[in-house]
């Protein structure tokens, strides 16, 4: 879908209210009609709830404006936004089994191949909920925040992607909780660098990822309310030590977990 004729209605009411955090790796929860499609930058991205809420997230490396818009009484109304930028550190680890950096070994490349394609059919889910918008709580009680989002990792001095995640430092057996209540998509226990992988999917395409997990309590299919048990913290797959690696994702964008916390969809 083309929407290069969009324009922001300066002269009108807003097209729809809303709240988050906008900068890299943010999100925006908006609320407009109920079922009214929305588009980003162009590109149709599904259409509100029943209740008019709607999800939008800005990648790790968004640019430094977006454009959102609904379709309301017959035509598209889009609003700019600028979205702040985000510091990100250099992280390096070294002393990490070669195969767990770059895997050279054929069973290992299948595993992983087999692996990302598990990961991209959750990935697509588009749950028909809206349990985001009540905000985020942390999975973990009093965890020790050991990386945050976005980091340029460097393993075994190699330069990789960055670390798309928040890593929760907590002893092994720590309870890993659902921080808002969503549609478990996937539930694995041992993939080769994830270990113990949970994916939830909060609606509209908000899915939230936990890793290294040395024990899974929920399965695919099932639904999990606010704080339920899900699992418990590990160190399995690519881990140095004990934590819970914390992801997010909207659609094919990266998004920092820790600013869902308390951030919660407009009221109607």
């Known amino acids: 879908m083309c929407l290069a004729a969009s324009r922001a209605f300066a002269d009108e009411a807003a097209p729809f209210v809303h709240s988050g955090k906008l900068m890299q790796g943010g999100v925006m929860f908006g609320r407009t009609e109920p079922?009214?499609?929305?588009a980003v930058d162009g590109k149709a991205?599904?259409?509100?709830?029943?209740?008019?809420?709607?999800?939008?997230?800005?990648?790790?490396?968004?640019?430094?404006?977006?454009?959102?818009?609904?379709?309301r009484a017959g035509r598209w109304m889009a609003q700019s936004f600028d979205i702040a930028p985000a510091t990100y550190d250099i992280q390096r680890i070294d002393n990490l089994p070669q195969q767990m950096v770059t895997?050279?070994?054929?069973?290992?490349?299948?595993?992983?191949?087999?692996?990302?394609?598990l990961k991209d059919k959750a990935f697509a889910s588009r749950a028909d909920i809206d349990d985001f918008k009540g905000g985020f709580v942390l999975p973990l009680e009093h965890p020790v925040r050991t990386s945050p989002f976005?980091?340029?990792?460097?393993?075994?001095?190699?330069?990789?992607?960055?670390h798309y995640g928040v890593d929760l430092a907590a002893p092994v057996g720590t309870p890993i909780h659902a921080p808002a209540p969503g549609l478990v998509v996937l539930a694995e226990p041992d993939l080769y660098l994830d270990g113990g992988?949970?994916?939830i999917d909060h609606g509209q395409g908000l899915i939230s990822m936990y890793l290294h997990q040395s024990r899974l309590d929920v399965k695919a299919g099932e639904r999990v309310g606010r704080l339920q048990?899900?699992?418990?913290?590990?160190?399995?797959?690519?881990?140095?030590?004990?934590?819970?690696?914390?992801?997010?994702?909207w659609r094919d964008r990266n998004l920092d977990p820790s600013l869902m916390i308390a951030t919660e969809a407009p009221k109607a």
């Not at 079922?35 to 929305?38: D, E, L, S, T, Y």
């Not at 976005?150 to 960055?162: C, D, I, S, T």
């Open 45 to 71: 991205q599904g259409v509100a709830s029943p209740q008019g809420l709607f999800v939008v997230g800005f990648d790790r490396d968004a640019p430094g404006t977006a454009s959102v818009a609904v379709y």
């Open 150 to 162: 976005g980091v340029q990792r460097v393993l075994n001095g190699e330069p990789k992607a960055p």
């Open 103 to 117: 895997a050279t070994d054929p069973a290992i490349i299948e595993r992983e191949k087999a692996d990302r394609a």
């Open 197 to 199: 992988l949970t994916l």
């Open 35 to 38: 079922g009214a499609p929305i």
């Open 229 to 249: 048990p899900i699992g418990l913290v590990g160190m399995k797959g690519r881990a140095t030590g004990p934590h819970l690696c914390w992801r997010m994702k």
